[in-house]
């Protein structure tokens, strides 16, 4: 079992941000780790609009446990895909715009970035 903690999100964050996002990607807003109900969950990428300025921010939910630390990076990588779509093309799905994705992201690191993130 693998237990990220804030920190370790954070570096792989910058890791990946640089890797694949060209430092486009502003930190997550808030970092949380919760159980989800559902077992097929192991991360999820809320998008919000402060109301006043309107400025696009996200939250990161993880789950507090991977089976490993791969488990872990493919699905921050997953849900940076979702942050970057929020802040550029105000969506989260899995359309073009996280498609479009997959080639660098396989290109450059040596996961696979998928719609569904495969359960071990
Ligand atoms: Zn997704």
Redesign the pocket.
Known sequence: MYKPTKKDCKFWFNYYNELLFDHKLKQFRKIKFTKFQKECYLGW?IGYISPKRKIRYSKLILTPEFTSIDLFKITLI??MV?HYQWLFHKV?N?GKT?TKWKEKVEKLTTYELS?R?PIE
């Open positions: 990428c997953h849900e979702h989260i899995h996280f719609e993130i």
